[in-house]
């Protein structure tokens, strides 16, 4: 009996220590024990990381549907297409980052019984629960654009894309190729064109950052006036929100790169390589050649997703987007990119999000009134150079919520601030290094709170959310 008290007061301990005392983690073993059965679909970033939560929260009984047998950390892969990262550093098996206590189903969802609160799968077998937890993700439609999977396929195509662990390899190898040809000059400089999809985007600053590390690398090299460099968005801007946006296109005039505003790629004629856009503003077409061309793909809400009775018309699940309840049924949560919140889709959204699902939860369990809200936030670390990083950090409607922010970001970090050679340089390490060992060791074993660290924060909300909860269908919960 004292060796088990001494090890359970070690493992105690050891949480406490990785907040330095005053970050302390909550612990299974001081935790109200329930007896819930709780179903997660997908074993993503999301997923893993509610899974991890609940056990921490004394939840035992954890299913995770997933069929993917392998984990990817995705913010990586662009660093990958930079040829600052390897794409074996992205992933990790599946069975080796699923929590420890939950039970894994390696199989494929094909749909969902919320009446009878069960959860279908591709073999015809289904799984019972008392919640849900919907965290899917999105998916990438690569055949959405005519030529554009043909060119991802083909080694010497010049297309590329960072948004597949198949393909990001290929944009550096391909950079290279066209970087090192002697044929480009600055009288005949390589064609460049990077490209923004008109649909729902995970990492939505993706597509520019593996554009700001690749100029930056050939004006290291001594190479910039060999490259003609063209964004190409279907928007009127840089970036959705205008802090942001106004010094990208600073930037942007200041480099030299050229923007094609309200331009959006509809196919690729991969033998003779030429993309072919349409102009929005006049609704013609414009055919230009490239010598690389770096597609953002369309996304769109997972198939099976698309017809479930939990989703809205466009198919993605329609909850609260404060206490991220399924609008329809009160025992379902979801989170992440799958669910209709008008938030920007990244990886620092789940770790804003996974606290109040957890909460909220809870809360539900215990037949209180669910008091968890979440507030929109999303970071995208806008990689700018090969060794800098724009820290964008935001919530709802755009409004800046930056951490590091010296009149109202978090203590301590404020006293970092956000402008600067040194800060700059600060936020690209936390992209790097900092956050692939933090996601790795704390996130997937629910150690970690985002902007919070190890603190687990207080996710109430000071206004009682909007809660559909008295006015929907149970199931037979």
């Known amino acids: 009996m004292f060796a088990n008290a001494a090890k359970m007061s070690l493992k105690a301990v050891g ?7 005053v970050y302390a983690v909550t612990y299974p073993y001081l935790c109200k024990q329930r007896k819930e059965k709780v179903v ?8 893993i990381g509610v899974a991890a939560m609940l056990q921490n929260e004394g939840m035992k009984n954890v299913t995770i549907v997933e069929p993917s047998h392998v984990h990817y950390y995705q913010p990586l892969w662009t660093l990958v297409g930079g040829g600052l990262a390897s794409v074996e550093d992205s992933s990790k098996r599946m069975k080796d980052v699923i929590p420890k206590g939950s039970t894994w189903i390696p199989k494929r969802v094909e749909g969902f019984k919320p009446n009878e609160n069960k959860v279908t799968l591709d073999d015809g077998t289904s799984v019972d629960y008392d919640y849900l937890v919907v965290a899917v993700g999105v998916q990438t439609d690569f055949d959405a654009i005519p030529g554009l999977q043909e060119g991802l396929g083909k080694k010497d195509s010049g297309v590329v894309s960072i948004y597949d662990p198949n393909y990001c390899s290929k944009t550096w190898q391909t950079f290279l190729s066209v970087k090192n040809n002697p044929i480009f000059s600055a009288a005949n400089p ?12 995970k990492c939505a600053g993706a597509p520019q950052k593996i554009m700001w590390i690749l100029e930056d690398t050939l004006r290291g090299e001594g190479k910039r006036d060999q490259a003609d460099i063209t964004f190409h968005t279907p928007g009127a801007a840089m970036f959705g929100v205008k802090h ?9 005039i200041e480099k030299g790169v050229n923007a ?8 690729i004629d991969v033998p003779n390589k030429i993309a072919t856009f349409l102009d929005l503003s006049n609704n013609t077409e ?12 369309h996304m769109s809400a997972p198939s099976f997703l698309k017809s479930s009775p939990l989703s809205d018309a466009a198919g993605w699940i329609d909850v609260d987007k404060n206490t991220l309840q399924s609008t329809k049924y009160d025992n379902v949560f979801a989170l992440g990119d799958c669910t209709n919140t008008p938030n920007s ?3 620092a959204a789940v770790t804003s999000q996974a606290p109040v699902v957890v909460h909220n939860i809870e809360r539900s369990i215990d037949k209180l009134p669910l008091d968890g809200g979440y507030t929109g936030y999303a970071s995208c670390p806008l990689i700018i150079a090969r060794n800098q990083v724009l820290m964008a950090e935001f919530g709802y409607g755009g409004k800046l919520a930056e951490t590091f922010d010296r009149e109202t970001g978090k203590w301590p970090w404020k006293y970092i601030g956000t402008e600067g050679w040194f800060q700059q340089r600060f936020f690209f390490l936390l992209k790097e290094k900092v956050f692939p060992y933090v996601y790795w060791n704390l996130w997937t074993v629910g150690w970690w709170y985002g902007t919070n660290g190890t603190l687990k924060p207080d996710v109430k909300v000071a206004e009682e959310p909007t809660n559909s909860q008295a006015n929907v269908n149970v199931g037979s919960k």
């Open 190 to 201: 390589g064609k460049y064109l990077f490209t923004f999809p008109p649909t729902t985007l």
């Open 244 to 252: 942001y946006s106004d010094k990208l296109e600073a930037m942007r």
């Open 286 to 297: 414009v055919k230009k050649n490239y010598d690389m061309l770096h597609v953002g793909p």
């Open 345 to 347: 889709k990244t990886a």
């Open 15 to 21: 949480a406490v220590a990785v907040g330095s005392g």
């Open 260 to 267: 094609a505003f309200k331009h959006k790629l509809v196919s």
């Open 40 to 47: 997660i679909v997908g074993g993503g970033t999301a997923g």
